[in-house]
């Protein structure tokens, strides 16, 4: 409240108008809290996705080829051959490990029919057992795949160096 | 009458290097074909001709590991060696016979001399692809290393 004293005018009293206390902005705490839960969401959103593309990746197991297939392939030279039909040369043996035993969650349907809490929290159980074993199957699919592709590189590699090695050197005989 | 000059250092009989190089790409497309005793009959006809060169030896050498017969493939490979011993490309083709035979050490021990004798050549670059596979785990790794 302010008092305004004029000596030149009667004296008057001067109230400035009462406003509302300007409530403060949103907390460093409470937009942390906010943040978390924006965070939260996300992360659950991402992990159904994830869920949703995880049991397909049995199909990629598929496509694994390995390097013995040099042999079978039409234009596959002798030099190949040698490299692949050794035995020496051991691929496609991890992939094929968890990808043919990867099942889609067929029998992981979980079993509500019973009604009873006891039944369904086993049931969940028995599906949450059963994606783990799925997922520790997809990471070794995915760990044998990455192996098999170095390998696959570096025979292609050293073929490659070979082949233009031989092909100077036939160039260059003197 | 002058003699016809050879392209080829030591050849039995004067040769263009054209010549030699058909017969060499000959022996190599027969090879790729699986045609082994054609590209055989070649290549000893281009070793006879050209008994200096270690290059119808080394592909003597690689006619016999791309039939898996490595023991052998080491034996004209040597021979290759013997021919130029200062050349990196027949050392790196003893070191590839020695990996795909399981004889490690020995194998690494030849690839490093190939890296060593012309860093910057075929047989170089050709060794250092075989020590990657080596490291890769693809080879090298059924029997213990001699």
């Known amino acids: ?174 | 009458m002058t003699e016809p000059k050879s392209d080829i250092a030591g050849s039995l009989v004067p040769m263009t290097k054209q010549q030699a190089v058909l017969m060499l790409e000959a022996a190599y497309l027969w090879m790729d074909l699986g045609k082994f005793e054609n590209a055989r009959e070649l290549l000893v006809g281009a070793a006879a001709l050209m008994p200096k060169s270690e290059v119808p030896q080394i592909a003597l050498g690689t006619l016999e590991f791309n039939q898996g017969r490595y023991d052998k493939s080491l034996q004209v490979f040597r021979r290759a060696q013997q021919l130029a011993p200062r050349s990196s490309l027949p050392r790196a083709h003893c070191g590839e016979a020695l990996l795909f035979m399981g004889k490690v050490n020995e194998a690494m021990k030849e690839l490093k001399v190939a890296l060593d004798l012309e860093p910057e050549s075929d047989g170089a670059r050709f060794a250092q692809a075989l020590i990657e596979l080596k490291e890769s785990g693809a080879v090298g790794a059924s029997k213990a290393g001699g």
């Open chain 1, 1 to 174: 409240m302010v008092v305004k004293i004029d000596s030149s005018l009667p004296n008057r009293v001067s109230m400035s108008v009462t406003t509302g206390r300007q409530s403060q902005g949103s907390t460093f705490g409470e937009k942390v809290s906010s943040g978390l839960q924006a965070a939260g969401s996300a992360i659950a959103s991402g992990a159904s996705l994830v869920g949703g593309v995880m049991p397909g990746a049995g199909v990629v197991s598929a496509a694994v080829s390995s390097v013995s297939s040099l042999t079978n392939m039409p234009g596959s030279s002798a030099s190949a051959a040698g490299y692949s039909a050794t035995g020496v040369v051991t691929l496609g043996g991890g992939a094929t490990t968890g990808g043919s035993t990867v099942s889609t969650g067929g029998t992981a349907t979980p079993n509500l029919t019973g009604g009873a809490t006891t039944n369904q929290v086993g049931a969940m159980n028995t599906e949450l057992a059963s994606m783990t074993a799925e997922n520790s199957k997809l990471l070794q699919v995915q760990i044998a795949l990455q192996r098999e592709n170095q390998t696959f590189t570096s025979v292609s590699n050293a073929l490659k160096t070979k082949h233009d090695t031989v092909k100077n050197t036939i160039g260059n005989v003197h």
